[in-house]
């Protein structure tokens, strides 16, 4: 079973503060994603990529920052943190080399309060 | 781009009865259908994944159907346990390079 590993579990940050929220996945997969989850919306796509230094927009981009530094670890960075950006936020990785094989391997997300 | 629709946001059924949700979607290009499963305080696993050429999948305890022509997407759980409270979230998208779109999510409380 694929392994996700985000940290930290739990942030409490002040508007205006910076965060990084980190992810790193173990089984090689090429993409990976970071996703924010809030009541009624479901998840939405922030940033994704599909390989080291590779970078991609998702459908709720703005404020966000993301960085891809190896194929393991994934990073997300809230530069300046507003109250709108308190959500639970889930780092994912797949393996998209085939259809038969694909399917979102997801952390165990990252709670973030911004005050 | 894609939208998803999924119906209702919460639902409430005793043991033993069937539960049944519902996702629309606008795309008509729509190729692969996902649906996932989030435990209480836990992630997300995949719960089934269909393919436009079947319409009919069939899983331990429940079905889910896509009707095509009217976009629709459905997760039957045919008796329903205590085991099955979680939430539940479809996931859409038309092509390999394209990003996956998920409905708002269900959740489901069984009712011993």
């Known amino acids: 079973e694929a392994a996700v590993t985000q940290s930290p579990r739990n942030k409490v940050t002040v508007t205006g503060g910076n965060v990084t929220l980190s992810c790193r996945q173990t089984?090689?997969?090429?993409?990976m994603y970071w996703y924010r989850q809030d009541t009624g919306h479901g998840l939405r796509l922030i940033h994704y990529?599909?390989?080291?230094?590779?970078?991609q927009i998702g459908d709720v981009p703005d404020g966000y920052k993301a960085t891809r530094t190896t194929q393991e670890d994934f990073f997300l960075l809230l530069e300046l943190a507003s109250p709108s950006q308190t959500s639970l936020y889930f780092c994912a990785s797949s393996d998209r080399t085939g259809i038969s094989n694909e399917r979102l391997f997801f952390g165990h997300g990252t709670k973030l309060s911004v005050l | 781009g894609e939208q998803v629709e999924q119906r209702p946001p919460h639902l409430s059924v005793r043991e033993g009865d069937s539960a049944v949700i519902t996702c629309t979607y606008t795309?008509?290009?729509?190729?692969?259908f996902f649906w996932y499963k989030q435990e209480p305080g836990a992630s997300l696993q995949l719960l089934m994944k269909v393919f436009s050429s079947t319409e009919i999948n069939e899983g331990q305890g429940f079905t889910v159907l896509l009707n095509k022509k009217d976009k629709r997407l459905s997760l039957n759980l045919t008796a329903a346990h205590p085991g099955d409270s979680a939430a539940y979230f479809c996931?859409?998208?038309?092509?390999?390079?394209?990003?996956?779109?998920f409905g708002g999510g269900t959740r489901l409380t069984v009712r011993p």
């Open positions: 990529s599909y390989g080291a230094g590779n970078l």
């Open positions: 996931a859409v998208r038309y092509n390999a390079g394209a990003k996956l779109t």
């Open positions: 795309d008509p290009n729509s190729y692969y």
């Open positions: 089984n090689s997969h090429n993409y």
